[in-house]
């Protein structure tokens, strides 16, 4: 078999349907960790894909009854430097888009500080990682794409064995953040970001991407050649991913 057919595609008409999908999948694993009195892991992330997952999450929540009790959630990154309060920070757009509408713990949910000083910053970061593996490791963990081929903020030149750490963003990267940010010189140069390492041992990784222009990052990204030059590709190492794809997003597939 090619590298392509070892990748499973799904490709929706629309990102409304795909995302309930999306969303019916992670409510499946928490419901079927809580029959076995277990906690389930969650990788999340931010960005305009997931925001869909997150409302059927939310609804999932106040129609249906679905509880977040026993769920742990791994946020992939923040900016840094970064304040909580900022709107512009991805722990405020998790809290907008999520955890202020369901009954999570909040001692439970883990989203890298933009905040910590620079000098305990690698601490920090080993921490975070350390912290995942003693929750048992990530069970599922959701993407986006950046048009870098990042993923996560793993950015051209990740390295497949990179842990959590501080990164420098991306030029296109900064760009495309310029409109949550008033111009590009305010958005902030550098993040905090889990390594392409900690994403490739989540034991299942859903990536999500709508939209024409990440068509052909996307077809890079499942049928290119592995290389650090997109970090993407090495998804094509696991054994248990799933691209889900609106019709744009698949075009040049
Ligand atoms: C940011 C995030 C990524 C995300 C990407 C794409 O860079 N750090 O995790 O995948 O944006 O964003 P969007 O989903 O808005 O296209």
Redesign the pocket.
Known sequence: TTRFEKIHNVIFQNSVEASRIVAQEIAHLIKSKQAKNKTCVLGL???????KVYEELVRLHKEEGLSFSNVVTFN??EYYPMNKENNQS?YYFMHQHLFNHIDIKPENVNIPDGTVSIESLNQYCVDYENKIAKAGGLDFQL?????TG????NEPGSHINSGTRIIT?DHI?RV??SSDFNGINQVPKR?I?MGVSTILRSKRIVL????Q??ASIIKTTIQGEISSEVPATFLQNHNNVTFVLDQSAASEL
Do not use: C
């Open positions: 992330a931010t960005g305009s894909s997931p925001i992939l990154d991805y993407l986006g794409i950046g048009r990042h993923v996560g903020f963003l990267t495309d953040a993040a970001t999500m991407a709508w939209g222009n990440k």
